[in-house]
């Protein structure tokens, strides 16, 4: 379901820019702040995180660092670029326009709580 995906990965981006945008983080660093402030409701992988985190730095979004974590290991941690920043606002801006047809959609049919209204 390649719209599924898409839709997915989009989210993604959104939620880990929004991360970066309150601080730099590394890359398990923001899997398990989307886990911790989503309520375990959304959870992911680094291996799905990695390729939209490269990508976002493709496109001069994001920006990496490497900085010591003990004696022999460093931890690459990524930062929001202004481009990076104004492509959230982007983002923003879509997804609430979304939130708000599909709330209209719902209760126009009269979706309250999950269930819709039998039909008669």
């Given at each position: 379901?390649?719209?599924k995906?898409?839709?997915?990965?989009?989210?993604i981006e959104l939620?880990?820019?929004?991360?970066?945008?309150?601080?730099d983080?590394?890359g398990?660093?923001?899997?398990?702040?989307?886990?911790?402030?989503?309520?375990?409701a959304?959870?992911?992988?680094?291996?799905?995180?990695?390729?939209?985190l490269y990508?976002?730095?493709?496109k001069?979004?994001?920006?990496?660092?490497?900085?010591?974590?003990?004696?022999?290991?460093?931890r690459?941690?990524?930062?929001?670029?202004?481009?990076?920043?104004?492509?959230?606002?982007?983002?923003?801006?879509?997804?609430?326009?979304v939130?708000e047809?599909?709330?209209?959609?719902?209760s126009?049919?009269?979706?309250?709580?999950g269930?819709?209204?039998?039909?008669?």
């Amino acid at each position: 379901m390649a719209n599924k995906n898409s839709f997915k990965k989009g989210t993604i981006e959104l939620l880990l820019l929004s991360i970066l945008r309150v601080e730099d983080c590394y890359g398990y660093q923001i899997t398990q702040k989307i886990k911790e402030q989503s309520g375990g409701a959304i959870t992911v992988t680094e291996g799905a995180l990695y390729p939209i985190l490269y990508k976002l730095s493709d496109k001069g979004y994001v920006s990496d660092y490497k900085k010591p974590a003990g004696k022999r290991l460093m931890r690459v941690y990524y930062h929001l670029e202004p481009a990076g920043d104004e492509y959230l606002d982007s983002l923003l801006n879509d997804y609430f326009k979304v939130q708000e047809g599909v709330r209209k959609v719902l209760s126009a049919n009269h979706v309250e709580d999950g269930r819709a209204a039998a039909h008669k």
